[in-house]
């Protein structure tokens, strides 16, 4: 592979986003002049986006700001009703139109951080795929299309392969998934003259499966990206924590909570992050990259509050950066820790400290019977004191002069609970 000399492909090589290019050259060919727009898929299965969705995004805002070419934001509101089987080993929970419609409008806030929309040439535009797939014929879709898909074939591709060989069971609703999403891609080029499709590696054969179909088809050249699938240096799967999953949306997860998530970042990971999930000038991540010993704190810092602004804004970045400084390296109770608000009947009854920390009250465990484990590690605190009861109960006794209850799972996940 010779260097590259477009911007766009300078930057994702020197940042680390490249997994797999279909045509290396071809795709550069296309950037330089300018031409190369560009899909990536996002289904509708929940209401957010979580972090692991933040490499093509950030893969779609680095196309756009070097002038390579309009993003496009295609979003699975047609394949969200079949469910893509890559990386599952049981088929998704089939959602109703409603649903997926609601989750459509909720993740919709997340792109316009990182992409500009509107309808200049540059300019990103977001798309439906329900607006040809809810369309198709079926006869006329099996006779057009379907006829140029090899069941052999499709048996290799790893969604399909990896399902059968742990013998779970692959509906045919799912397995017509990867035609579908062939054919979003020859639609979005008839469309929007859409020649480049990004995603993580696990989509490698579905995409490839969508240049193929455009060939058959007579569309012109088509290429594919994919990015790394991330694990953390310890071989943890990227975006998942004790508490769940990483979400983007503030709702789901706080800019504090979101903010603390990178800064618990591993020493190993925080240089190869700072590359793919902020926008920092690469000599300057060098410069952090070459601190060391308990230094790396401070790139941690920097990693956590760049990646939060791009999520969440400069202003919630640097209040949960304030917190967080006030609450460990100051000692104070911080009044922008995440607040949770209970009935103050509920306190005055009685709440079970496991409940507190459960996903009804402070959300900082997924389940009860994980708070439980936890009590016995010695893993949670109420007001700084270590819960040793898991029969426990909070009580107005537990009300601290600030009105509030101090929850603490570890030394750095903290949610007061507020009786109203």
């Known amino acids: 592979m010779n ?5 766009f492909l300078k930057v994702l090589t020197e940042r680390g986003f490249i997994h797999q290019t279909s045509d290396f050259e071809g795709i550069d060919s296309a950037a330089l002049e300018g031409r190369l727009t560009t899909y990536v898929g996002y289904d509708c299965t929940g209401p957010s986006l979580h972090v692991g969705h933040l490499l093509s995004i950030m ?26 089987p890559s990386g599952k080993d049981e088929s998704r929970k089939l959602l109703t139109p409603q649903q997926i419609e609601e989750n459509k409008e909720s993740l919709k806030g997340v792109f316009s951080r990182l992409i500009a929309f509107g309808d ?31 069941v052999n074939r499709m048996l290799s591709f790893d969604s399909v392969r990896l399902r059968l060989e ?41 995409i490839v499966n969508g240049i193929d179909l455009g060939r058959r088809l007579g569309t012109p050249q088509l290429f594919a990206i994919t990015c790394p699938l991330l694990t953390t240096a310890s071989g943890a799967k990227m975006g998942k924590t004790a508490s769940g999953a990483v979400w983007l949306n503030a709702d789901m997860l706080s800019p504090y909570d979101y903010w603390q998530f990178w800064r618990n970042t591993e020493d190993a990971d925080v240089s190869r992050f700072l590359r793919l999930f902020t926008t920092l000038p690469l000599d300057e991540i060098a410069r952090l990259d070459a601190l060391k010993g ?16 791009l999520i969440h804004g400069r202003e919630a970045a640097e209040q949960a950066a304030e917190t967080a400084m006030k609450t460990f390296e100051q000692g104070a109770l911080a009044e922008t820790l995440p607040t949770v608000e209970i009935p103050a009947a509920s306190l005055a009854q009685g709440l079970g400290v496991l409940a507190a920390f459960g996903p009804d009250y ?30 426990g109960v909070l009580g107005p006794s ?22 109203v």
């Open 362 to 391: 402070a959300k900082l465990l997924p389940s009860t019977s994980e708070a439980r484990r936890q009590v016995k590690s010695g893993g949670l605190r109420v007001n700084d004191r270590v819960v040793t009861d898991e029969r």
């Open 398 to 419: 537990d009300v601290t002069a600030e009105g509030v209850i101090k929850l603490s799972f570890g030394k750095k996940k903290h949610v007061l609970l507020r009786a």
């Open 120 to 150: 200049g040439v540059r300019e990103a535009v977001m798309v439906d795929n329900a607006e040809w797939l809810t369309r198709l014929n079926y006869i006329d879709f099996l006779r057009d299309i379907g006829r140029h898909f090899s």
């Open 294 to 309: 308990s230094e790396i704190n401070e790139a941690k810092k920097v990693l956590a509050t760049e990646a939060t602004a």
């Open 166 to 206: 742990r013998e779970h069971e692959l509906s045919f609703l799912e397995f017509n998934y990867m035609i579908l999403q062939a054919y979003d891609f020859v639609e979005l080029n008839r469309r929007y003259g859409c020649i480049l499709q990004m995603g993580g590696s696990d989509q490698w054969g579905n």
């Open 59 to 84: 893969m779609l805002h680095w196309l756009q700001k070097t002038g390579a070419g309009r993003p496009i934001t295609l979003m699975g509101g047609g394949t969200t009703r079949v469910g893509d």
């Open 3 to 7: 260097a590259p000399r477009s911007e």
